[in-house]
């Protein structure tokens, strides 16, 4: 083998030892999750608003690339006094860990057309969203603490 040839393999070989490994995927939010806490922080008042005790009701947000959805219900069908539904959606930005909801549905009309920040973190099958909440109009200004699970 020639000199040359034998010097070009030889750096070949060692800048390919020198190369970084490669990042570790991040965790995607895309998927289903369920509320498995919520807190409501208010001019320094905590309040744990799901789960309640007494009422039997479930939650679950949904992500695709672009879009989210969440809906909770009553889990006794509306046969009970007080029937429960809500539901909203929307499109989503995540950069790093900060992730901003544009709210264009929401059961609650007053809500849509609102935009929320918030951090947003995931550990192996949890995600939790903490940030600000406040819509004048309702006279809300509250930090949120939601918890959720990934539903497999």
Known sequence: MKPQNLLAMLALGLAACNQPKPAEPKAS???????????????????????????????????????????QHDLKKGKIDTPFF??????YTLKGDDYTEHLMYCTDRVWEGHEFNFKLTIHNDTLIQKGIERLDSLKINREIVETYVRKK
Do not use: C, R
């Open 86 to 91: 809500s539901s909203g959606a929307g499109t």
């Open 29 to 71: 939010i895309i998927g289903t999750w369920q509320l498995v806490s919520d807190v409501i922080i208010t001019k320094g008042d905590t309040a744990i608003t799901y789960p309640v005790k007494g009422k039997e009701d479930e939650m679950i947000k949904m992500y695709n690339d672009t879009h989210f959805a969440f809906t």
